[in-house]
């Protein structure tokens, strides 16, 4: 009797040391849980500061229309949403290349934009900067097929500028007022 005892207490003993160590285990999975939701709240933190900073560079519009380029979710056949893409509602223009996460189609939306010359990029109230100017103008209009950019300075006077003579391009310099604001 004493050793079908002694049998159960040292496999009691044994489960009580496995329960132990995996309750040990669960306190440092918890821990480690916590530690990720730390940082999948910073990343959102991230995330949202990169979207607020997109939304504040007019440089990011579609270069047909005009229209802020968006973040856009992608649906499948099923209507299920699946990745993201860069692009417009307005005028359809959009990246070719659907990304996982909303900041990597952010940062691919500044990248495809990029790649247009900058007459492409700029639009009526946009400011520059352009050689012999130490002050800002102000886009009134302009021409892509000559490259001529229609500006007005400070005192009001319209005159035009080629764009080999900009110096600073809006996105190289902060823009105050405006639909550009910073």
């Not at 050793?3 to 918890?30: C, F, M, P, W």
Request: charged share 30%; aromatic share 10%.
């Amino acid at each position: 009797m004493r050793s079908a005892e002694n049998g159960r207490r040292r496999g009691i003993s044994v489960l009580l040391d496995r329960l132990r160590i995996l309750s040990n285990q669960l306190d440092s999975l918890k821990w480690d849980l916590d530690g990720l939701k730390d940082d999948s709240e910073s990343l959102k933190d991230d995330v949202d500061e990169l979207i607020k900073d997109y939304e504040k560079r007019k440089r990011l519009n579609a270069l047909f229309c005009g229209t802020p380029l968006k973040a856009i979710r992608g649906y499948d056949v099923h209507g299920i949403t699946t990745d993201w893409v860069a692009g417009c509602y307005n005028c359809f223009f959009q990246s070719s290349h659907f990304w996982k996460t909303k900041k990597a189609c952010i940062e691919d939306m500044d990248r495809l934009v990029s790649l247009f010359p900058p007459i492409m990029r700029v639009w009526p109230g946009d400011k520059l900067v352009y050689s012999g100017s130490i002050y800002p103008v102000t886009i009134v209009s302009q021409d892509l097929d000559l490259c001529k950019i229609t500006v007005r300075d400070y005192a009001g006077d319209s005159f035009i500028i080629y764009c080999d003579e900009v110096e600073q391009w809006p996105w190289e310099i902060e823009q105050k007022g405006g639909s550009n604001d910073i």
